[in-house]
Structures are given as structure tokens and as C-alpha cells.
């Protein structure tokens, strides 16, 4: 049964008036080591970076301890207000502080503050950004008078993070079946029934043609589309090209081509132009396929495993920008189902794990939304 009451009461007050505020300090390198000797060291948010702590580091000569319980907050460097509820006895770097307080209000203090983290990081001044011990002591924060109250919120609260945190796992695991998916559909390690036509070595130039065009006369007129790093698609920029005298030409991209950044080709900038960016440029750094023979989403698939694409990175070879060119691409070397059959039953295969772990990224956002909302109405008192 709930405790929520339209008579309940709430206080504004500082965090100082509710904590205590540990320091974490420096330790030297020679001081600390990754053999487990000592007590577990935290040197910031690298050593949590999924909402658990990973240990790496140790110290037989800890400065600032945390306990089981603090709140962890990261106050200097990358990652300045990212927080965690410490699951033991740590020593900490000066690149997190521990933040002490009853039991009663753990949940409401650390809620708040996951709330405030963009703002701590869009505040913080200077080369690099930090917020000091005033800065947390002077926050201002809503805390209910009934203390079940207050026992409530955090479990309704604790529940959501708990179903982020759960269906986050489940994406991975996703994620990680696919990647084994295509490591065995496409290198032919595993047919599917009902598939017996041999696999043959071709060169990419054979199955795919590289599109030619003419310029865009008047790209100025046009909105760029954008391959994005590490298979996350294309998508529109909204915004036109800055022309220069010596700028790259820029052509007409359709839907239904296949895209590669031949700059980020290593990096998994590939992508189908969806249906929705017609009309859209992108200059000749980005190079435009459409098929000659077979499945276009079967090759994008193929090209996609990371097996294949960063390979390429030892093909360039060089320092610097590293640019693959069309030349290059041409003669990469492609061990392919013959029959168009398969090529488009493995890609089916691939899409409805992609479609898969789409959804659950949608119901990870939902949960996430509610969540906001949640924090929002419970930490103020509008429920």
C-alpha cells in the first residue's frame, strides 16, 4: 500500500546540512598496481563505466577511503557528475569524491544528483571541467518529512534503473549473437537449410559497381547526409556544404545506395541510404555502390563484419588520415554465396536481428523517458 498523502511535506535543503563529503586524493603510479595487492583503487568514471564498478587497480597505501553505501561522484576531468552508489570499501582518486549520508536518504540524494548530471558537465568552467566541494555542498534539493515516504520513492526509482539496466544486458546479448551470426553466415562456416550451391572468390568489383555522376552544379541548395562511425547508419546533417574554390565536389546520393566512407571504411562508416533522405549530397569522399549481381543487403552485410572492414585499416597503411581509395576497393577480395538465393536469405536473417535489437533500443528509450519523468515528479513533490 502506498504511503503517497496529498499532506505530505517537504523540505528545500543543502546537501550540507545532509552529508559528509570525502576528498578522494592522489596516488602515485608507483604506489598503486593491477596484481590485486591492497585494497581496490578508483582513479574516476572509467572504472564504472556501465553503472558497475570494475577493478583494475590496488593500493597498499590508500589516502581517501570510500565505504559501502557512499555515493561516488565524479568531479574532475571527463565524465564531471556521473555517479554511483559504491558497492564497498574503496580508495579514490581526486577525480571522484564520496558523498556519506543516512540510509533514509540515499536513494533521494543520489537521484537528484543523476539528475543534475548534464548540468554539473554543461557548468563546469575552464580546460578542465570540475565542480568543487562547494558546488555539491550548495546543492539544493527537495527531501520529504515522512521518512517511508522517502524509503518509497527509492524503490519505485530503483525499480526503473533496475529495468534500464536489465533490458541494456539483453541488447547486449543481442548485439553479441549477431556479431556470431555473421561470423559464421558470412564467412560460409554455417548454411542455412536448404542451401547447398558452392561459395566463390570474387573481387568486389565484380558484384558491385562504384556509381559515376555527374556534379552537383549548385550544392549550396542541398542538405548533407552523414555516414556514421561504427555501423550507426546515415542520417541527414540538416545543414549545407561550406563551398571553397578548392572544396571536394558533391554529388546526389538516393535511397537504396550503398554508402562507404572511404575515410572511416575501417571504422565501419557503411550504410544503405534510407528512403527518407531524398535529395540529399555528399561529396567524393563518400563513394555510392549499387549492384551488379546478387543481394545489396547481403553485401552490406558482408562488408559490415568487422573480419572484413577492418582489414582494411592494414590495407591503407600509412600515418594520418587514412583514406581507402576506389582503386583499393575494387580488388578487395569477396568469398560469396554463387546463388542470389542465399545471399538474400542470410541478409533476411541479419535484418530481423537488427529489427530485433531496434525494438528493444525503442523500449530501452521509453523506460529511459519514463524514468526522466518519473525523477522529475517524485524528487519534487508533484506527484
Not at 518529512?145 to 530503483?158: D, P, Y
Amino acid at each position: 500500500m502506498s504511503v503517497f498523502t496529498k499532506n505530505d511535506q517537504w523540505k528545500k535543503m543543502k546537501l550540507e546540512q545532509l552529508i559528509q563529503l570525502v576528498s578522494g586524493q592522489h596516488i602515485n603510479a608507483v604506489d598503486y598496481n593491477t596484481k590485486g595487492i591492497g585494497i581496490p583503487y578508483l582513479t574516476g568514471p572509467a572504472d564504472f563505466p556501465n553503472g558497475k564498478i570494475v577493478i583494475t587497480k590496488y593500493t597498499e597505501k590508500p589516502k581517501a577511503i570510500c565505504q559501502k553505501g557512499d555515493i561516488l561522484i565524479t568531479v574532475k576531468g571527463s565524465g564531471v557528475g556521473k555517479t554511483i552508489i559504491s558497492d564497498g570499501e574503496y580508495c579514490i582518486s581526486r577525480q571522484l569524491m564520496a558523498i556519506r549520508t543516512e540510509d533514509k536518504l540515499r536513494d533521494i540524494i543520489y537521484y537528484n544528483l543523476k539528475m543534475k548530471e548534464k548540468l554539473y558537465n554543461s557548468d563546469s568552467a575552464g580546460l578542465i571541467p570540475g565542480i568543487s566541494r562547494a558546488d555539491i555542498l550548495q546543492t539544493l534539493i527537495s527531501v520529504p518529512t515522512n521518512e517511508e515516504l522517502c524509503k518509497e520513492i527509492g524503490e519505485i526509482l530503483n525499480l526503473w534503473e533496475e529495468a534500464i539496466v536489465l533490458k541494456e544486458k539483453l541488447i547486449n546479448q543481442k548485439r553479441r549473437q549477431k556479431k556470431g551470426l555473421m561470423q559464421k553466415l558470412l564467412t560460409g562456416e554455417v548454411r542455412l537449410p536448404g542451401y547447398v550451391d558452392k561459395w566463390i572468390n570474387v573481387k568486389l568489383e565484380k558484384v558491385l559497381s562504384f556509381s559515376k555522376k555527374e556534379p552537383i552544379l549548385n550544392p549550396k541548395d542541398y542538405y548533407l547526409l552523414t555516414v556514421k562511425l561504427y555501423l550507426k547508419g546515415i542520417e541527414g546533417t540538416g545543414k549545407k556544404p561550406n563551398i571553397t574554390s578548392k572544396g571536394r565536389p558533391y554529388y546526389l546520393r538516393e535511397p537504396n545506395e550503398l554508402l562507404i566512407g572511404r575515410q572511416n571504411f575501417h571504422n565501419g562508416g557503411i550504410g544503405i541510404v534510407p528512403e527518407n533522405l531524398k535529395g540529399h549530397i555528399a561529396s567524393n569522399a563518400i563513394s555510392s555502390l549499387t549492384v551488379i549481381t546478387g543481394s545489396l543487403k547481403f553485401y552490406f552485410y558482408y562488408i559490415s563484419n568487422v573480419n572484413f572492414y577492418k582489414r582494411i585499416e592494414h590495407l591503407i597503411g600509412g600515418t594520418g588520415q587514412k583514406e581507402i581509395s576506389e582503386t583499393a576497393m575494387k580488388k578487395l577480395n569477396l568469398f560469396i554465396p554463387s546463388s542470389e538465393k542465399e545471399q538474400s536469405a542470410i541478409a533476411d536473417v541479419l535484418e530481423k536481428s537488427d529489427l530485433e535489437i531496434k525494438l528493444l533500443e525503442e523500449e530501452l528509450d521509453q523506460l529511459k523517458i519514463q524514468k526522466k519523468g518519473l525523477m522529475q515528479n517524485l524528487l519534487t513533490g508533484k506527484f
